[in-house]
């Protein structure tokens, strides 16, 4: 029992255990359960379990508000509906992904699996770097503000540039230093094939998928990048950023498949994300030198909602076009 109290980053051990027990809960019954066998999950299935994964995050966040109060708890969906929102960016990439190593559909759902696997992992690494980082330099929650004010004003005024994976260098890195497959061997990340055409004796290869892998925990790091600094200018409570990251990243296989197809009706979504940046990087400054002390949670989560929303609707109305007629 003691240990099950014993504090953990800034949290008693129980809470960590039952967090990471729900999580991994959910991963079982989706690949054990609802994906036993290589299928393409169509947008009906795909758009139930993301609204599955959806609604346990936020009765996680309920959860936490019972456990934490109401701060915590508006910390938490505040940090949960900013990560869900970056996640839209991550689809578009994701797409152009599987389209340049032309993944099938019945394949994507084992690497975007996997890489929410890796991403766990290194979300927990980045921000247990971070929250070490805050507790002993609070001065970098400032270098934090500022790269999320600058990333914000470049996704304001720089337009976007092409994105071409062929000439990505960890793409070229991985070419270069494995042996790779010409084309895809089901499912298979590796396969044991002859070591050149001809000879009996085999090695193991790589194959596209590995590398699609790869290109995708790759693209969450990225993202990372931003919307790990984003949380914590929210709080700098570890469970609170830890938790309502991985509840937002955990549905994003979902996501995908439920919005591949019309990621370009949310065009301008990324205005608003841009803005929601700005503010939460502001927050930093006013909390310290405006509010005397931080900016209030009921705040920060009704900008972010209001900003989000605002986007959504914007980019849905100004879409409007590309919806085919009903007929």
Not at 91 to 120: C, D, E, K, M, N
Not at 258 to 287: D, T
Request: glycine residues 8%; positive net charge.
């Amino acid at each position: 029992m003691d240990i099950l109290l014993t504090l953990w980053l800034g949290k008693p051990a129980w809470m960590w255990i039952a967090f990471l027990a729900m999580v991994l809960a959910l991963l079982v019954f989706d690949l054990g359960v609802l994906n036993r066998k290589n299928q393409e999950i169509g947008a009906v299935q795909s758009l139930k379990l993301s609204a599955f994964y959806i609604a346990a995050g936020l009765l996680f966040g309920l959860w936490v508000w019972h456990m934490l109060g109401a701060t915590a708890g508006m910390q938490y969906y505040t940090g949960f509906l900013i990560e869900k929102s970056l996640s839209l960016d991550n689809v578009f990439v994701i797409s152009l992904i599987f389209t340049f190593f032309a993944v099938p559909r019945a394949y994507q759902h084992r690497v975007l699996f996997w890489g929410i696997l890796g991403v766990i992992v290194l979300r927990a690494i980045m921000i247990g770097l971070g929250a070490t980082l805050v507790a002993q330099y609070y001065w970098t929650l400032y270098l934090f503000g500022g790269f999320l004010i600058l990333t914000g004003l470049k996704m304001l005024f720089m337009p976007e540039g092409d994105t071409n994976l062929a000439d990505n260098l960890i793409l070229r890195f991985l070419k270069r230093h494995l042996r790779v497959t010409d084309k895809l061997h089901a499912q298979q990340f590796f396969v044991r094939l002859p070591v050149s055409v001809g000879s009996t004796q085999t090695v193991w290869w790589a194959t596209p998928l590995f590398l699609a892998l790869c290109m995708v925990e790759l693209v969450d790091l990225v993202f990372a990048v931003d919307s790990v600094p984003a949380i914590f200018a929210i709080t700098t409570d570890p469970f609170i950023v830890y938790t309502s990251n991985i509840f937002a990243i955990l549905g994003l296989r979902a996501l995908y498949f439920a919005l591949a197809a019309v990621i370009h009706r949310f065009h301008y979504l990324k205005y608003a994300l841009a803005l929601v940046l700005v503010f939460i990087g502001s927050k930093i400054f006013l909390g310290d030198f405006v509010f005397d002390g931080k900016v209030p949670a009921t705040l920060s989560l009704a900008v972010t909602f209001g900003l989000l929303s605002a986007g959504v609707l914007f980019s849905l109305w100004k879409t409007r076009a590309t919806v085919p007629a009903m007929k």
